[in-house]
């Protein structure tokens, strides 16, 4: 069984690339041995681009595959006024009475610890559902930011202490390192993980982050030092989901390198079975109820 927490679907992004629609995702996950994905809106937030998905897109795709596809909705917490008090309980109850287990993907371009996102992130947490978060310093993307070390994050992780945060995105990612360069919170970093990361230290300390393995950035992390990613998984295995974030019609197997990252892993023994069990499907049937 392998559950894919993070996926999309759409029209088309920059540069004319066409979005998967859902009968093309569902076939791509026959293809990659994907037994479920989740689906994952965008359009809500003004930083995404141009035709993707929104909430009412996925709910309806999703229920042409109720075995196959599951729906995630997404509020921008800036929806309703700009209200750091906006009260989104109605909308929240509409989206979990017709499927939704979970929101995301959430990307303004907002300090994480911003009045308005904590406020969203608390009432989501009163719904039972986690929230999938992109973080990405770099000005000219969108994402939540934040300070080096991951400050932010952390009083988030704090004030919000029913909501499960998961983590996803470069400057997430990145931050598994200690020592970690303006360049490299920027984007993609390669070779050997200094000790002192705010990404272990953080997740060690709060019950309530977890962590999409999905992206280049979920996939580089874990990949990068062949001596720390076994390790780190081993260590958080309760708290890691396994993810591709595939959206584009285009996208081949050989480019999301995750999913022949693991098949890979277990048949060199660097990986044990039961932490891949949780990683590739227990973790997520336990986070979002399935
Ligand atoms: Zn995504």
Redesign the pocket.
Known sequence: MLIDV???IGRVVKDRKEMLDGPELVKKMDEWGIDRTCV?G?SETPEAEYMESDTDDVIRECSHFPTRLIPFCLIDPRFGLNDPKMDFGWLLEEYVARGCRGM??M?PKLPIDDPRCLNLFRQVGKFGMPI?I?MNDNPIYYGLRDDPGLPRLERTLQQCPETVIVG?GPTFWAEISGGVSVVERLGYPTGPVRPGGAVPRLMAKYPNLWADI??GSGYGALSRDPSFGPAFMEKFQDKLLFGT?C?LRSSTRKEVRIVDFFPQLLAEKKLSRDAWEKIAHKNATRLLKL
């Open positions: 993070h996926g999309h994952l965008l995301g993907e990307l999938i992109d996803h999905s992206a974030d959206c």
